[in-house]
């Protein structure tokens, strides 16, 4: 792509995300804080709307947490190997992988990273996050260029804050022109500050990930490695965000943040009976023994309760109102300045 259809197509790109977000709230009647960022590697194509409006981070805060560990290992302060030992004093969610460990339990640091990336572990993160140290991790970013993220606190309840001038309630934060600018140290050879074996690890992580949002339109059968970050809040409005590389040259994240629950109530009951119906199979399938054709059937019965429902059904479940409309929506226009490419 020459300089000139570059510089015209990112103008252009740009407008079309800007007028797609002003329909999604218009035409569809959307309410949430709608942001994207868009950079090809390849073209050098770039745009971004709302890019740099910051808002509650989710799970894409781990992607800072993964880069700052690795820089630490490559420093000889840490190995892979080195071992964390549990502590309920980190625990979200009783439902992380880590945090169904018995109380001591060893776990290696390439562990701790895997189940951050791949499974968005709270518990993985907030030992990693608090053996580095919040505020080295901050500084890690902020000399990547990141200078809109911030790492305000540890994911669970009972611990301190850092604040600043653009994060005075000591929140986790970001927004897409930063979480586009970190893929790009990962993947951006010419771009990045990072080492290359910081950069190779990072991509080995990300490989095993597969992406919850952007596989739409043109990009969904295509190679993408993300990271999704998910909050659910019935007061201020959920937040979801992803943000990935597509083919390894394409680098998007789309960050939704106070998205309205009109469907809250109405789905209340349908998420219930769910999570009923998948708890009591989950409980059942402990007391089996493993390898027997009893636990093989227990299996099979959890596959047919999660693959056995209606696409919608997921939507309602997994996405508030409005978040498959937007994601679609800005899928496809990003998709018309950079299918030729892909």
Not at 92 to 99: P, Q, V
Not at 281 to 291: C, D, R, T
Request: contains cysteine; hydrophobic residues 35%.
């Amino acid at each position: 792509m020459s300089l000139v259809s570059r510089v015209i197509n990112s103008a252009l790109l740009k407008n079309d995300l800007k007028y797609g977000i002003k329909s999604l709230r218009v035409v569809e009647g959307i309410d949430a804080d709608i942001k994207v960022s868009v950079y090809d590697i390849k073209t050098g194509l770039k745009a971004n709307a709302n890019g740099k409006r910051t808002g509650w981070a989710a799970s894409i805060i781990k992607l800072p947490v993964m880069i700052s560990t690795l820089q630490e290992i490559e420093k000889g302060n840490l190995s892979l190997n080195t071992k964390l030992k549990k502590d309920s004093k980190y625990t979200l969610e009783y439902c992380d992988m880590i945090s169904t460990l018995q109380e001591g339990t060893p776990v290696p640091i390439k562990t701790l990273l895997e189940y951050m990336i791949t499974a968005s572990d709270n518990e993985a993160t907030n030992m990693l996050a608090d053996k580095i140290g919040v505020q080295k991790i901050n500084r890690s970013m902020w000399d990547l260029g990141l200078k809109r993220t911030m790492l305000g606190h540890l994911l669970c309840p009972n611990v301190p804050r850092y604040t600043s001038k653009f994060n005075p309630d000591g929140s986790n934060i970001t927004c897409p022109n930063d979480m586009v600018k970190i893929m790009r140290h990962v993947y951006d050879g010419s771009f990045s500050k990072l080492s290359p074996k910081v950069r190779e690890l990072s991509d080995k992580y990300l490989s095993k990930t597969n992406p919850f949002y952007l596989n739409k339109g043109v990009f969904k059968k295509q190679k993408i490695k993300a990271k999704v970050g998910i909050i659910s809040d019935p007061k201020d409005g959920n937040d979801t965000h992803e943000v990935g590389i597509i083919n390894d040259h394409l680098i998007v994240c789309i960050m939704l943040n106070k998205i309205n629950q009109k469907r809250l109530k109405e789905n209340k009951s349908k998420k219930n009976t769910y999570s009923s119906s998948l708890n009591n199979l989950l409980y059942q399938s402990s007391y089996v023994k493993p390898g027997s054709l009893e636990e093989t059937n227990q299996k099979n019965s959890c596959l047919d309760l999660f693959f056995g429902q209606e696409e919608s059904y997921f939507d309602d479940f997994f996405m508030p109102s409005g978040t498959s409309t937007i994601f679609n929506e800005l899928m496809d226009t990003i998709g018309l300045y950079t299918n030729k490419t892909i």
